[in-house]
């Protein structure tokens, strides 16, 4: 059993994500960050890549005080679960993701020395032998109670996990700007299939600040 798992992103209308310098490039506006932070605020748990980490640093918490009394009132924690998908232990111990519910999930490959250190700023998960194994991460998560989990990239991982068969939905903000850049970062990167491409059914399209909501649904091959 796995969670109901979610990608949510942001990417220019040529599909980058980031600009070939790979730091972080504000695309969405106002009311999509909104939308974001209330995502966030209805997942059990928020993932990133590690490569998400040390490009932005991202603190993973819901900004709105509103949402966050919401979640108190419901009985959970403050914030969901941040989850970094870190088979090295690569995270500096001074990034803003690490704190109280915060996973490291690493693999067995990881220096024990690094796990030392971060295990006193975060929970340690190990699976997986070189990498992160996902599929048995997201069977960890789903025992310990955590049912909807919002992805926020970056590309590789979304690749990963796409390929592995473990998302059920695509949401896309798609904003008014192109990036362009041969090698900056898209929504979907790692090696990408030559064939027998992943299908999306579209769930729905909706106008939004200067661009556009897309949400797709992964289709499952018979
Ligand atoms: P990423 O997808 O965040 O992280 C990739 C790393 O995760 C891998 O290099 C790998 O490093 C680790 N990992 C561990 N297990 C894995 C597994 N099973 N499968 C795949 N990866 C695994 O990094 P990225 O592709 O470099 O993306 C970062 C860029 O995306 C930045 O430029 C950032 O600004 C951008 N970004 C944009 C948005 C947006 O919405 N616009 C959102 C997020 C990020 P190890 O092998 O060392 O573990």
Redesign the pocket.
Known sequence: MRPYVFI????SADGK??SSL????R?SGAEDLRRVDRLRAESDAVM??????L??DPKLRVKSEILRAWRLESGKPENPWRIV????A?TPCSAKVLGDVCIL?V?RAANPERLDMLSEKCEVLVC?EE????RALFEMLYARGIRKVMV??????????IEHGLVDEICVFVGGLVIGGGDA?TLV??AGFRDEFQKLELISVEPMDDGVLLKWRVLRSA
């Not at 790979?22 to 490039?25: E, S, Y």
């Not at 926020?152 to 996990?161: A, K």
């Open positions: 949510n992103s942001a990417m994500i980031s790979r730091r972080q490039v695309i990133v890549g590690v490569g998400t980490v490009a932005d998908v870190d088979s090295k690569r999930a693999s997986g990498q992160v194994d996902l926020e990239g970056g590309g590789t991982l979304n690749w990963s996990l970062p990167d790692g």
